[in-house]
């Protein structure tokens, strides 16, 4: 079993709808958690990340970690088609990030 | 706005052949990360650095991978021989204080 678990996709949802993101976990040690989005052929790109339980806003967007279940969110309101990419949860209790697998979101106009 | 900067962003080679990856952190950060990214793994840490000197390479095969940080601008992947298994994209990132990293546009490897 992976340290890090998120559904694949694809998720493909209209623009305008609210799109929540998930990701659970099995390492107890993991402190800081962060959500990526990657674009076709870029790199990752930081969105926001979070210390232990709790919830982050910047924008639409907004971050939610339940330590006691394992389990973190992101949640994307009035969703626009260009947030159409892959989106990468990772986590780590020290400097070395953990990923999910990814999502890959569709918005469809 | 500051960004990691890879060289070559595409690379197409002959197994067999040494392949050598380049990244420019961000100014001023002092961890270098390296991952590689495939379909079936996600991203994989291979290496990393701080203030230049290695950390962690548990991620790399030593047999034929190698990283270094000649300098504080610069930090260099080699493959050699490079093996069809090895084709994938491979990512910088950097780091400064705290858990944040900066990814690069990677490069896109192929082993034929």
């Known amino acids: 079993q992976k340290e890090v678990e998120q559904d694949p996709g694809p998720l493909s949802v209209p623009e305008g709808a609210i799109v929540s993101l998930n990701c659970t976990y099995s390492?107890?040690?993991?402190?800081?958690f962060m959500w990526y989005r990657q674009y076709s052929r870029k790199g990752p790109e930081l969105l926001m990340y979070t210390y232990s339980s709790g919830n982050k806003e910047d924008g639409r967007f907004t971050a939610q970690v339940d330590k006691s279940s394992k389990y973190i969110s992101l949640f994307i309101r009035d969703s626009q088609p260009s947030d159409s990419a892959t989106y990468l949860c990772?986590?780590?209790?020290?400097?070395?990030?953990?990923f999910g697998t990814g999502t890959r979101l569709t918005i469809i106009p | 706005d500051a960004r990691v900067t890879q060289t070559p962003r595409h690379k197409v080679t002959e197994m067999g052949q040494e392949v050598t990856m380049r990244c420019q952190p961000i100014?001023?950060?002092?961890?270098v990360f390296w991952y590689r990214q495939t379909m079936m793994q996600g991203l994989e840490l291979l290496a990393y650095f701080r203030n230049r000197a290695p950390l962690d390479d548990s991620g790399m095969p030593k047999d034929r991978f190698s990283a270094e940080m000649p300098d504080a601008t610069l930090a260099t992947l080699k493959i050699q021989p490079s093996e069809p298994r090895d084709s994938a994209v491979y990512f910088c990132a950097s780091g400064a204080q705290g858990p944040a990293q900066h990814f690069g546009d990677g490069t896109r490897l192929s082993i034929l």
């Open positions: 100014l001023g950060h002092n961890t």
């Open positions: 990772a986590m780590t209790g020290n400097e070395k990030l953990t």
């Open positions: 390492n107890s040690a993991f402190q800081y």
